[in-house]
C-alpha cells in the first residue's frame, strides 16, 4: 500500500519567514503526490499535484513543493509565511481502491504563523 | 457558488438515534466520496460511488448506509448511533473514478452524547 509520513505535528514560523512543511513518501512505483490545506471549520482544499516533470511544482496561494527521489520527500514550502497560511496540511499519495484512484492522507500538521 | 455542500452542519443527538447527512455536489462530477476525520484529525475514507454505483466500502460498519439517488447527491444515513461515532464527516467529489484531485464540502460535525 502507499503511504505517506508527516514527521511534524506541528510548524511554528514568523509572519515574512519561509516556511517548510515536511513529507516522505513510500509507494510502488511512480509517485503521484498531493498538498492539501485544511482551514479552520472548513472542508480540504486542493493546493498542487506532482505527477512527473520539474521536480519543484507550484500551486495555490504561492505554495510550491520540491519532489527529492532520492529522499523520498515531498516537502512544501513557501517564501514568505503570511499569518493567513495558519491552518492544517496534508500531504497525500495517490493510491488505488476498489479501481479508483484515491488519495491516501497523512496524518496532517498544523502551521503557525506568528505576527 | 457552493461546489460541494453538506447538510446540517452541526447535528448533535442522542446515543441510539438514527440520522442523516446529506451531500450535493454542482461539478457535475461522477465520482463522490464519504471521509471521517476523527478528534486527532486523521482523514479515512468511508464510501465511494460512481455514477450512483457504489464502488469503494472500507469496512464501515453496516450501521452506515450511503445512498446517492444520482450523480449529483451522496447522503450517509447512521443508525443507533454510537459514542464512537462522533467526528467530522467531509463529503467529497471528483471529474471521474481515474481523477484522484478530490473536491471537499464544508463537513458535518456531528457529536454523540
Known amino acids: 500500500a502507499q503511504s505517506v509520513a508527516q514527521p511534524e505535528d506541528q510548524v511554528n514560523v514568523a509572519e515574512g519567514n519561509p516556511l517548510t512543511v515536511k513529507c516522505t513518501y513510500s509507494?510502488?512505483?511512480?509517485?503521484?503526490l498531493f498538498w492539501y490545506v485544511q482551514y479552520p471549520n472548513r472542508g480540504l482544499q486542493f493546493l498542487l499535484k506532482?505527477?512527473?516533470?520539474?521536480?519543484l511544482v507550484k500551486g495555490s496561494y504561492g505554495f510550491e513543493a520540491e519532489f527529492n527521489k532520492s529522499q523520498t520527500s515531498f516537502h512544501l514550502k513557501k517564501p514568505s509565511a503570511l499569518v493567513s497560511d495558519s491552518a492544517l496540511y496534508f500531504c497525500?499519495?495517490?493510491?488505488?481502491?476498489?479501481?479508483?484512484?484515491?488519495?491516501?492522507f497523512g496524518r496532517g500538521t498544523s502551521l503557525i504563523v506568528h505576527p | 457558488d457552493t461546489a460541494v455542500s453538506q447538510t446540517p452542519k452541526y447535528l448533535v443527538t442522542q446515543m441510539g438515534n438514527d440520522k442523516s447527512i446529506k451531500c450535493e455536489q454542482n461539478?457535475?462530477?461522477?465520482?463522490m466520496y464519504w471521509y471521517k476525520q476523527d478528534s486527532k484529525k486523521f482523514l479515512k475514507i468511508m464510501f465511494s460511488?460512481?455514477?450512483?454505483?457504489?464502488?469503494i466500502n472500507e469496512t464501515v460498519p453496516n450501521r452506515f448506509s450511503p445512498k446517492s439517488p444520482d450523480k449529483a447527491h451522496l447522503n450517509l444515513h447512521i443508525n443507533s448511533l454510537e459514542l464512537g461515532d462522533s467526528a467530522v464527516y467531509f463529503c467529497?467529489?471528483?471529474?471521474?473514478?481515474?481523477?484522484?484531485?478530490?473536491?471537499f464540502g464544508p463537513g458535518t460535525r456531528l457529536l454523540v452524547l
Open positions: 467529497a467529489s471528483s471529474p471521474h473514478r481515474g481523477e484522484e484531485t478530490q473536491y
Open positions: 509507494v510502488s512505483g511512480n509517485p503521484y
Open positions: 506532482y505527477i512527473t516533470g520539474d521536480n
Open positions: 497525500a499519495v495517490r493510491d488505488i481502491l476498489g479501481g479508483s484512484y484515491i488519495p491516501t
Open positions: 461539478l457535475g462530477h461522477d465520482t
Open positions: 460511488y460512481n455514477n450512483k454505483e457504489l464502488i
